[in-house]
């Protein structure tokens, strides 16, 4: 029922494409009076009149009459694109707004965008909220995972909404209160960068097995279903399954994967995780390597240019599937998914590390083991292992790396072999994994007790005199190298 005359609403949405459509309809099938707004008409009108019956909407053709159709406090959610649009919008909106009404931007923006907006907002006495929402379109109509910033009087309000119309899992929401200003936007961009790797990761796992082995979509389709009843199981394991045994709806035979030009795109929230983590300081490696291979898949004059120029590895080169015998082929398969779950925990544990670091540099107290909690349904990386990760936090919340959880530690120390044989796999089949080597690399450089960065300090005093630390004593300390060689401490 929809209802353009008297009736209040509690809520309101802006900018209904394909989430704020589904959010909007989402929170009027759970009871709420919601008031729909769109810079176009076209859209309001579209989703009054198509959805109208699953709830109480109240359109509103310009931003005053939105604004004058909501009850006070106002509870607004901007649902537009990223940067300059929600600005536009909140410019719009604000002088409109009264001191104590809410206004929630739900799209992906920078997090740092979220802070000034915050911080301008809160001058007019308006409550600005940064949410991450995700799940897509399907998770916003069904319910999503929400990563709700900003202050705790703003959440009181809008807590138990959002806590209605996210999913649950184990019959607690996917929903929980994140932390002041940008926490709640932070988190989401460090989930989409998980979202990078992971995909990443997969899609390693699926190039390896297609010309490693020589399997059709359609069988490696198979492998992904069967991995998806274990450890792996999750929502993109379960819909690589789907991608891979689709067949191109225009050819017969031909698989849908082999039609798709092979240049990744990307909206932002990966790169910006990867610029946030060298301000951080965190090795986000598993990440980085994600938006790269992202970046080297759309350079495609460069790789137009390289075929036939650059050889691979010689006979039985990648598409013949002459690297793996077919006794061996079973082995392959077993190793190449111990090395994807053990790359995808150190992807999670960069990723959940760079979740403390940006709390504890912006003073958030976000709780890790509470974002592993709402991460379990709703959102792109829900997985059967984020229980896991859930229970590691909550044995101790203090863990220096997830990695060193004794579940974690015990599942990717069993995997080494397995991951080692396909990285070197890879490398000799000239078959590019830098998702597999980077986590492998990584989780060889954390368990080393003696790093390389010794001979670094010692490269960065003698050509700049940057002092390096001594391992037996405390202090700075500086070698002379171009007079007579004697160490002093500076
Ligand atoms: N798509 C997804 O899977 C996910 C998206 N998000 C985020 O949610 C937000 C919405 O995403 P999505 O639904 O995909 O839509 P888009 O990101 O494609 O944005 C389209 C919406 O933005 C509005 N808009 C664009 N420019 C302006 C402007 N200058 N002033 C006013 N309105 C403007 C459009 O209005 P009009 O119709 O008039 O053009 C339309 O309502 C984005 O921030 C996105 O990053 C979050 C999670 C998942
Ligand atoms: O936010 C999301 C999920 O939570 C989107 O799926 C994400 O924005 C997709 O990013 P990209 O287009 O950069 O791959």
């Known amino acids: 029922m929809s209802d353009e005359t008297t009736q209040k609403a509690q809520i309101g949405v802006t900018g209904l494409a394909v989430m704020g459509r589904n959010l909007a309809r989402n929170i009027a099938r759970h009871g709420y009076v919601t008031a729909v707004h769109n810079r176009t008409d076209a859209k309001t009108k579209a989703l009054v009149e198509e959805f109208g019956h699953e709830g109480t909407f109240v359109p509103g053709y310009t931003a005053q009459e939105f604004v004058d159709s909501l009850e006070s406090p106002r509870t607004i959610v901007i649902m537009v694109k990223a940067g300059a649009p929600t600005d536009a919008v909140i410019d719009e909106l604000a002088p409109l707004l009264s001191e104590g009404d809410i206004l929630v931007d739900g799209?992906?923006?920078?997090?740092?965008?979220?802070?000034?907006?915050?911080a301008a907002l809160r001058e007019k006495g308006i409550h600005f909220a940064g949410v991450g929402v995700s799940g897509g379109e399907e998770g916003a109509l069904l319910g999503p995972s929400i990563m709700p910033g900003g202050s705790e009087h703003a959440y009181a309000k809008l807590g138990p909404i959002l806590a209605d119309i996210a999913v649950s899992v184990d019959g607690t929401p996917c929903s929980t209160h994140v932390g002041p200003d940008g926490a709640g936007h932070f988190v989401k961009m460090v989930h989409n960068g998980i979202e990078y790797a992971d995909m990443q990761l997969i899609a390693e796992a699926y190039d390896l097995l297609r010309h490693g082995l020589g399997r059709t979509p359609k069988q490696l389709a198979e492998v992904f279903t069967s991995w998806n009843s274990g450890d792996l199981e999750s929502f993109l394991i379960e819909i690589t399954a789907r991608v891979l045994e689709k067949d191109d709806p225009t050819q017969e035979g031909v698989a849908l994967v082999d039609v798709i030009l092979d240049e990744a795109e990307q909206?932002?929230?990966?790169?910006?995780?990867?610029?946030?983590?060298?301000?951080?300081?965190?090795?986000v490696s598993g990440i980085a390597e994600a938006v790269f291979a992202r970046a080297l898949s759309g350079h495609a004059e460069q790789r137009g240019a390289a075929q036939g120029v650059l050889p691979g590895p010689g006979a039985g080169a990648e598409g013949t599937g002459g690297f793996v015998a077919e006794a061996d082929a079973d082995a392959f398969v077993d190793?190449?998914?111990?090395?994807?779950?053990?790359?995808?925990?150190?992807?999670?544990?960069?990723?959940?590390?760079?979740?403390?670091?940006?709390?504890?540099?912006?003073?958030?107290?976000?709780?890790?083991?509470?974002?592993?909690?709402?991460?379990?349904?709703?959102?792109?990386?829900?997985?059967?292992?984020?229980?896991?990760?859930?229970?590691?936090?909550?044995?101790?919340?203090?863990?220096?790396?997830?990695?060193?959880?004794?579940?974690?530690?015990?599942?990717?120390?069993?995997?080494?072999?397995?991951?080692?044989?396909?990285?070197?796999?890879?490398?000799?089949?000239?078959?590019?994994?830098?998702?597999?080597?980077?986590?492998?690399?990584?989780?060889?450089?954390?368990?080393?007790?003696?790093?390389?960065?010794?001979?670094?300090?010692?490269?960065?005093?003698?050509?700049?005199?940057?002092?390096?630390?001594?391992?037996?004593?405390?202090?700075s300390f500086h070698v002379q190298w171009s007079s007579d060689g004697t160490e002093v401490r500076s």
């Open 107 to 118: 799209g992906n923006a920078h997090f740092l965008d979220t802070r000034r907006r915050e």
């Open 267 to 283: 909206k932002g929230t990966g790169r910006w995780t990867v610029q946030t983590a060298l301000d951080l300081g965190t090795p």
């Open 335 to 475: 190793d190449v998914r111990a090395a994807l779950y053990a790359s995808k925990v150190v992807a999670y544990a960069q990723g959940f590390d760079m979740i403390r670091a940006g709390s504890l540099e912006y003073g958030w107290g976000v709780d890790p083991g509470a974002m592993a909690t709402i991460w379990r349904g709703g959102c792109i990386i829900r997985a059967k292992f984020l229980d896991r990760i859930k229970d590691a936090y909550a044995k101790n919340p203090e863990l220096p790396s997830l990695l060193l959880d004794p579940y974690f530690a015990d599942a990717v120390t069993r995997g080494q072999e397995a991951w080692r044989r396909v990285v070197v796999h890879s490398v000799t089949a000239g078959i590019p994994a830098p998702g597999f080597a980077s986590a492998l690399a990584y989780y060889d450089g954390l368990r080393r007790e003696r790093s390389s960065a010794a001979l670094v300090q010692g490269l960065r005093d003698l050509f700049g005199a940057h002092t390096y630390k001594r391992t037996d004593r405390e202090g």
